[in-house]
């Protein structure tokens, strides 16, 4: 089991800067992927940033330029920077984890989630 649990969110003016943080505890040994996704009311849960388990990233056409998804291991956390946020890049952001593994079936996966964090970008 992990737990993850995000902080960093809060009210900014467009073109600030937000750091977001995702601690992750339990059984982070698994963990084999994490990322970050965010959702807008009325609209689905979209991939924002990624980085696996090698340190390779992926970004959103959206965010690409201005958010940066790093990680520090010894700390069991991911963070997101947020730079010239815009209106539009408000919405409550999510991290996520990411296991796999054998099974009876054959390989399995599974998702973890944190409760959320609100990101407001007033114009």
């Known amino acids: 089991q992990v737990q993850l649990v995000e902080s960093g969110g809060g009210v900014v003016q467009a073109g600030g800067s937000l750091n977001l943080s995702c601690a992750a505890s339990?059984?982070?040994?698994?963990?084999?992927?994490m990322g970050w996704y965010r959702q807008a009311p009325g609209k689905h849960r979209e991939l924002v940033a990624g980085?696996?388990?090698?340190?390779?990233?992926n970004y959103a056409d959206s965010v690409k330029g201005r958010f940066t998804i790093s990680r520090d291991k010894a700390k069991n956390t991911v963070y997101l920077q947020m730079n010239s946020l815009k209106p539009e890049d408000t919405a409550a952001y999510y991290c996520?984890?990411?296991?796999?593994?054998?099974?009876?079936?054959?390989?399995?996966?599974?998702?973890?989630w944190g409760q959320g964090t609100q990101v407001t970008v007033s114009s």
């Open positions: 980085i696996n388990s090698d340190g390779l990233t």
């Open positions: 996520n984890a990411r296991e796999y593994g054998w099974s009876a079936y054959g390989f399995s996966e599974h998702d973890y």
């Open positions: 339990g059984d982070t040994f698994s963990i084999k992927t």
